[in-house]
């Protein structure tokens, strides 16, 4: 069975560029679920999707956007680079909401220089 | 407060010993809690989940929950090296599609 798949895993992208983080959830999984990761914020929550509808969506500017496809993959999208952005994001598969637990890819590391 | 708090740690203990990690929450009507384990590099594992009040057990992990004290904690017995990790205990929101995580808590298992 196939596990969580993120692409691509590393980004190096310039201040003021936009980038697009793609994720395919497990079989059969129809929540997908973004998080940042970095070391002075942890794990923040970015948004949620399910069936492709954004059903939550965390304190982040809205130069971040997400969106879900009919086959449950999913993409975010971080216009208008910041340095700030530099950190891991961390795609969640789950079956069918948060109270099933997360299955996570190994995610993007995206360095803004 | 924290929604989710940890002790960032580290925590140290020797090889063969038990690790006690603890969470506690402000969520008084959350019903699921689960334990991440994340080593360097790489990305969350789950390793253990628990509804109920009381102890689970699952190989050398326990989690224990006392939703009374909005506690929740993971001892891992006869530690290892390979446990050094950092666990990340997460709480799912209520009705809120999203799960909130501890910031971790760093442990170090010595040979």
């Known amino acids: 069975k196939a596990g969580v798949t993120q692409t691509p895993r590393y980004l190096i992208k310039t201040r003021g560029q936009q980038v697009t983080l793609s994720c395919s959830p497990i079989?059969?999984?129809?929540?997908v679920s973004w998080y940042q990761q970095t070391p002075g914020q942890g794990l923040q929550f970015l948004f949620e999707?399910?069936?492709?509808?954004?059903?939550n969506k965390g304190n982040f500017p809205g130069r971040f956007s997400g969106r879900q496809f009919s086959n449950s993959r999913s993409e975010m999208n971080v216009s208008t680079l910041e340095l700030g952005d530099s950190a891991l994001y961390l795609c969640?598969?789950?079956?069918?909401?948060?109270?099933?637990?997360?299955?996570f890819g190994s995610g993007t590391r995206l360095t803004v220089v | 407060q924290k929604e989710v708090e940890q002790n960032s740690g580290p925590l140290s203990v020797p090889e063969g010993a038990i690790a006690s990690l603890n969470c506690t929450y402000s969520?008084?009507?959350?019903?699921?809690f689960f334990w991440y384990r994340q080593y360097s590099g790489k990305s969350p594992e789950l390793i253990m989940s628990?509804?109920?009040?009381g102890d689970k057990e699952d190989g050398r992990f326990t989690a224990q929950l006392n939703k009374a004290s909005q506690y929740v904690s993971l001892l891992i017995r006869d530690s290892q090296p390979s446990d050094s990790a950092t666990y990340l205990c997460?709480?799912?929101?209520?009705?809120?599609?999203?799960?909130?995580f501890g910031a971790g808590t760093r442990l170090f298992v010595k040979a």
């Open positions: 969640a598969s789950s079956f069918g909401d948060e109270s099933y637990g997360y299955t």
């Open positions: 079989s059969g999984h129809r929540s």
């Open positions: 999707y399910f069936s492709e509808t954004q059903r």
């Open positions: 969520d008084r009507v959350s019903q699921s």
């Open positions: 628990i509804y109920s009040n």
């Open positions: 997460a709480v799912p929101h209520t009705g809120g599609f999203k799960t909130i």
